[in-house]
């Protein structure tokens, strides 16, 4: 079945940056698009970027551009999401999740990672 | 960017009911290559747990939801609609559109038992 499997959760003080990661398993790794959506505390969800892991194909969102880093390792089948110069406003829970090929909605989410930013 | 509304915020509501939300779009959401729908999904999202796609394409239920959930809208105007509302119901529902980047999401709607 497909998976998912994000790694565990993080603290960080402010200034610093975080690496998550996110190992697909149940599928072709290079045969979907990943992105990644964050959701800070009871908020909606916003969506940060993403990676075409047939081409190597990158976009981020603008509202994170310069901060963020989005990389794959395709022979482990994980993809990568680094957040840099940490604010406190971006403590959230970070989700990969799986496009699917008609259109960028997500059918298979990671169980998310949580990251808090805290002096 | 194109903006999502959702209303209302929270509803209250019966097992056994049906229920609607409303999101609504900044600006036209346009078809979607593959579909002649606007590119609109939904999820439910329970606490503690990430998101669960419901349906795509405004209406296209995704594998294994039950057919209590339907879609509907075109334009700026969409509908998530549950009829008989069951127990596992009880959740926050999303809104998003695919149209173009970056993507958004609607700020939400908790069902809660009335």
């Known amino acids: 079945q497909v998976q998912l499997v994000q790694s565990g959760a993080e603290v960080e003080k402010p200034g610093a940056s975080v690496k998550l990661s996110c190992k697909a398993s149940g599928y072709t790794f290079t045969a979907y698009t990943i992105q990644w959506v964050r959701q800070a505390p009871g908020e909606r969800p916003e969506w940060m970027g993403w990676?075409?892991?047939?081409?190597?194909?990158?976009r981020y969102s603008q509202d994170f551009q310069g901060r963020v880093t989005i990389t794959m390792d395709t022979s482990a089948s994980t993809a990568y999401m680094e957040l840099s110069s940490l604010k406190f406003e971006d403590t959230a829970v970070y989700y990969c999740v799986r496009e699917l090929k008609i259109g960028a909605f997500f059918d298979y989410w990671g169980q998310g990672t949580l990251v808090t930013v805290s002096s | 960017d194109i903006q999502m509304t959702q209303s209302p915020s929270t509803l209250s509501a019966s097992v056994g009911d049906r229920v609607t939300i409303t999101c609504r779009a900044s600006?036209?959401?346009?078809?979607?290559?593959?579909?002649?729908?606007?590119?609109l999904a939904w999820y439910q999202q329970k606490p503690g747990k990430a998101p669960n796609l419901l349906i795509y394409?405004?209406?296209t239920l995704q594998s294994g939801v039950p057919s209590r959930f339907s879609g509907a809208g075109s334009g700026t105007d969409f509908t998530l609609t549950i009829s008989n509302l069951q127990p596992d119901d009880f959740a926050t529902y999303y809104c998003?559109?695919?149209?173009?980047?970056?993507?958004?999401f609607g700020g939400g709607t908790k069902v809660e038992i009335k």
């Open positions: 990676i075409s892991t047939g081409t190597g194909d990158i």
């Open positions: 600006q036209i959401i346009r078809s979607c290559s593959q579909s002649i729908r606007s590119c």
């Open positions: 998003q559109h695919y149209n173009s980047y970056p993507l958004t």
């Open positions: 394409d405004v209406s």
